[in-house]
């Protein structure tokens, strides 16, 4: 018995064994020497591996183990065998195995089944009506078999859909939605979403999202990309088409809400902080009114502030949310700065600064609230984040670097890290060179304030005061290394090649200074000592040596040598077949109509 297993397991291992693996079964169970119980056991082994197989090949289309084992032996061999060459995608062939099947078994079990796969097998050869022919079967004769009834009626609509017959697919899919039974089905996702797509596309809103919402809430559990897929269309038309809290909120609840993973949800919405949450954002998100919506657009956010108000008075921004819904319903700003007001002294306590930061940047449009806001920070008793944030805050949003740089100066750079003053220097690279070279001056590290300044001249293409600090920093060990690529850039930049030279050959990280020293060489109009440099990157660098063998190529082309520009392109084909600048060289040659081969190193 252990042999036999043994040899089950390792027959199965692949899918074309199977049948294999059956037959010996059906040998072995007909042996004298099993006794009964063993012949039951194999035989539920073998029905159960027929049963994976089946399942691994036809997803929704299946039989159960049950199933599988209710067929006698032949039925069970034959079906199998069908099923191996539908795996096989032998499609004409395995529909034929089928039909032979129904056939030869007319009384068996698994009639429906085979009429399935018989049809998926048609469809699949391309013989729509043919495959519409065998799924109605399935219909006519086998209704109440969700299992095989249900993934009839889908493929029926899938079939016209294929061939253009939008109205029948719509038909055999408002059937499917419509029945408890075949709605459930786990192909129904698919087809009530078509079905709700195509009412949608038709400006039929109401029943589409009937739909969708059937999806979203039926399938969230066992399919739930197919139902937060419906699940947007749903919100969307609560919240803007046609806002509807009472109805949004039921849908949320059977829906177990809007969040990635589905959640118990309980039918009082006013403790429910998540909701007002997700809500606050769909209104935001579809606000997309145009100019000539402007009644729409202040009917949809009075709507809202209605069903806002009076609800969470400690919840900031709740209420934020409340003002500036109120506000874009009747363009009242003062009615807005009164809320906004009252709402900052009923949760402000002396000390709280990272409030009045929160208010004053919701009024970032009106520079009076703005500046009353700001008289009340106590910049002494603020830490750095807190006054960086607000001069970050007014340099960014209200682009007023006179009230930005005042706050710069609240800073206590004396008891800042260096750490805290790079922060501040790396945001003010993009808005303020004079505030860059203070913060980098009022390094406690003198040195370490040096090269980040550096580091900033560089990023600018300052030269005129980069080299000089280059040149300053080269004796500094610590930032020696970086101190020499940088001076010899800024000598490269101003055109200094010889000087750029003996900054890179300083600098001494090979191969990259080797290159740079070759464009040098360009730029000096010296082409054979930039060759001579180029060749000894491709000499001894083997993961250049592509790269600089391409870029000789082009040196040569350049100085007009067009026969030394052939021979290193074929010399690319030939010493570096598999890099990409083979391919380059072989597409520049086919360009210039040279044959490819009889390659010939330009050295």
Same mark, same amino acid.
């Given at each position: 018995?252990?042999?036999?297993?043994?040899?089950?397991?390792?027959?199965?291992?692949?899918?074309?064994?199977?049948?294999?693996?059956?037959?010996?079964?059906?040998?072995?169970?007909? *042996?004298?020497?099993?006794?009964?119980?063993?012949?039951?056991?194999?035989?539920?082994?073998?029905?159960?591996?027929?049963?994976?197989?089946?399942?691994?090949?036809?997803?929704?289309?299946?039989?159960?183990?049950?199933?599988?084992?209710?067929?006698?032996?032949?039925?069970?061999?034959?079906?199998?065998?069908a099923?191996?060459?539908?795996?096989?995608?032998?499609?004409?062939?395995?529909?034929?195995?089928?039909?032979? +099947?129904?056939?030869?078994?007319?009384?068996?079990?698994?009639?429906?089944?085979?009429?399935m796969?018989?049809?998926?097998?048609?469809?699949?050869?391309?013989?729509?009506?043919?495959?519409?022919?065998?799924f109605?079967?399935?219909? #006519?004769?086998?209704?109440?078999?969700?299992?095989?009834?249900?993934?009839?009626?889908?493929?029926?609509?899938?079939?016209?859909?294929?061939?253009?017959?939008?109205?029948?697919?719509?038909?055999?899919?408002?059937?499917?939605?419509?029945?408890?039974d075949?709605?459930?089905?786990?192909?129904?996702?698919?087809?009530?979403?078509?079905?709700?797509?195509?009412?949608?596309?038709?400006?039929?809103?109401?029943?589409?999202?009937?739909?969708?919402?059937?999806?979203?809430?039926?399938?969230?559990?066992?399919?739930?990309?197919?139902?937060?897929?419906?699940?947007?269309?749903?919100?969307?038309?609560?919240?803007?088409?046609?806002?509807?809290?009472?109805?949004?909120?039921?849908?949320?609840?059977?829906?177990?809400?809007?969040?990635?993973?589905?959640?118990?949800?309980? #039918?009082?919405?006013?403790?429910?902080?998540?909701?007002?949450?997700?809500?606050?954002?769909?209104?935001?998100?579809?606000?997309?009114?145009?100019?000539?919506?402007?009644?729409?657009?202040?009917?949809?956010?009075?709507?809202?502030?209605?069903?806002?108000?009076?609800?969470?008075?400690?919840?900031?921004?709740f209420?934020?949310?409340?003002?500036?819904?109120?506000?874009h319903?009747?363009?009242?700003?003062?009615?807005?700065?009164?809320?906004?007001?009252?709402?900052?002294?009923?949760?402000?306590?002396?000390?709280?600064?990272?409030?009045i930061?929160?208010?004053?940047?919701?009024?970032?449009?009106?520079?009076?609230?703005?500046?009353?806001?700001?008289?009340?920070?106590?910049?002494?008793?603020?830490?750095?984040?807190?006054?960086?944030?607000?001069?970050?805050?007014?340099?960014?949003?209200?682009?007023?670097?006179?009230?930005?740089?005042?706050?710069?100066?609240?800073?206590?750079?004396?008891?800042?890290? #260096?750490?805290?003053?790079g922060?501040?220097?790396?945001?003010?690279?993009?808005?303020?060179?004079?505030?860059?070279?203070?913060?980098?001056?009022?390094?406690?590290?003198a040195?370490?304030?040096?090269?980040?300044?550096?580091? +900033?001249y560089?990023?600018?293409?300052?030269?005129?005061?980069?080299?000089?600090?280059?040149t300053?920093?080269?004796?500094?060990?610590?930032?020696?290394?970086?101190?020499?690529?940088?001076?010899?850039?800024?000598?490269?930049?101003?055109?200094?090649?010889?000087?750029?030279?003996?900054?890179?050959?300083?600098?001494?990280?090979?191969?990259?200074?080797?290159?740079?020293?070759?464009?040098?060489?360009?730029?000096?109009?010296?082409?054979? *000592?930039?060759?001579a440099?180029?060749?000894?990157?491709?000499?001894?660098?083997?993961?250049?040596?592509?790269?600089?063998?391409?870029?000789?190529?082009?040196?040569?082309? #350049?100085?007009?040598?067009?026969?030394?520009?052939?021979?290193?392109?074929? *010399?690319?084909?030939?010493?570096?077949?598999? *890099?990409?600048?083979?391919?380059?060289?072989?597409?520049?040659?086919?360009?210039?109509?040279?044959?490819?081969?009889?390659?010939?190193?330009?050295?």
């Amino acid at each position: 018995m252990q042999s036999f297993m043994n040899h089950v397991g390792y027959k199965v291992r692949c899918h074309a064994c199977l049948i294999d693996v059956y037959t010996n079964v059906l040998v072995i169970c007909d *042996s004298s020497f099993m006794s009964e119980r063993v012949r039951r056991m194999v035989r539920f082994l073998c029905i159960s591996l027929l049963m994976c197989f089946c399942a691994s090949i036809t997803g929704a289309v299946e039989l159960s183990t049950e199933q599988w084992n209710k067929l006698d032996t032949f039925e069970a061999y034959t079906l199998s065998k069908a099923d191996q060459t539908y795996s096989q995608k032998q499609y004409r062939q395995a529909a034929a195995e089928y039909d032979s +099947f129904i056939i030869e078994f007319p009384q068996s079990e698994a009639i429906p089944y085979a009429l399935m796969k018989k049809g998926l097998a048609l469809r699949s050869d391309n013989k729509q009506y043919n495959a519409i022919k065998v799924f109605t079967e399935v219909m #006519d004769y086998f209704p109440n078999v969700i299992q095989f009834a249900a993934p009839a009626l889908y493929y029926i609509g899938l079939c016209h859909w294929e061939n253009g017959d939008v109205a029948k697919a719509m038909t055999a899919w408002v059937e499917m939605a419509d029945d408890k039974d075949y709605s459930r089905h786990s192909l129904a996702a698919d087809a009530i979403n078509r079905l709700a797509d195509n009412l949608q596309k038709q400006d039929k809103m109401p029943q589409a999202v009937k739909y969708y919402a059937q999806v979203a809430v039926d399938f969230r559990d066992t399919n739930p990309n197919a139902a937060r897929q419906a699940m947007t269309p749903v919100i969307e038309y609560y919240v803007r088409t046609s806002p509807n809290h009472a109805k949004l909120y039921e849908f949320y609840k059977n829906a177990k809400s809007f969040e990635h993973n589905p959640q118990k949800i309980s #039918d009082d919405n006013s403790q429910n902080t998540n909701y007002w949450l997700r809500l606050s954002s769909y209104i935001w998100q579809y606000n997309n009114f145009n100019n000539l919506q402007v009644d729409a657009k202040r009917e949809y956010f009075k709507y809202w502030a209605d069903i806002f108000e009076g609800k969470y008075g400690d919840w900031d921004d709740f209420q934020i949310n409340l003002a500036d819904f109120r506000f874009h319903a009747d363009g009242d700003s003062a009615k807005r700065e009164k809320h906004l007001d009252n709402q900052f002294q009923k949760g402000f306590k002396p000390g709280d600064y990272d409030r009045i930061t929160k208010w004053i940047k919701l009024y970032a449009d009106n520079k009076k609230k703005v500046l009353d806001y700001h008289s009340k920070y106590d910049f002494n008793k603020m830490n750095t984040a807190q006054i960086n944030d607000v001069m970050v805050f007014f340099f960014d949003n209200m682009k007023d670097p006179a009230l930005a740089k005042n706050v710069y100066d609240k800073f206590k750079m004396d008891k800042i890290s #260096d750490t805290e003053k790079g922060n501040i220097a790396r945001y003010l690279w993009r808005v303020d060179r004079d505030l860059v070279i203070r913060t980098y001056q009022a390094f406690a590290d003198a040195d370490a304030g040096k090269h980040g300044l550096l580091l +900033f001249y560089h990023w600018s293409r300052d030269h005129q005061n980069g080299l000089p600090l280059a040149t300053e920093l080269t004796s500094v060990e610590k930032y020696s290394t970086d101190a020499w690529y940088r001076k010899a850039e800024f000598l490269q930049w101003t055109r200094k090649y010889q000087e750029a030279i003996e900054a890179y050959k300083s600098w001494g990280v090979q191969p990259v200074n080797l290159w740079r020293i070759a464009d040098c060489y360009i730029g000096m109009s010296k082409a054979e *000592s930039a060759l001579a440099q180029l060749q000894e990157i491709e000499n001894f660098f083997t993961d250049q040596a592509p790269a600089a063998a391409m870029r000789i190529a082009y040196v040569y082309r #350049d100085l007009g040598n067009k026969d030394k520009y052939i021979a290193k392109l074929r *010399s690319v084909l030939k010493k570096y077949p598999k *890099s990409g600048q083979s391919s380059v060289a072989h597409q520049e040659l086919e360009k210039m109509g040279i044959q490819i081969g009889g390659a010939v190193d330009a050295e």
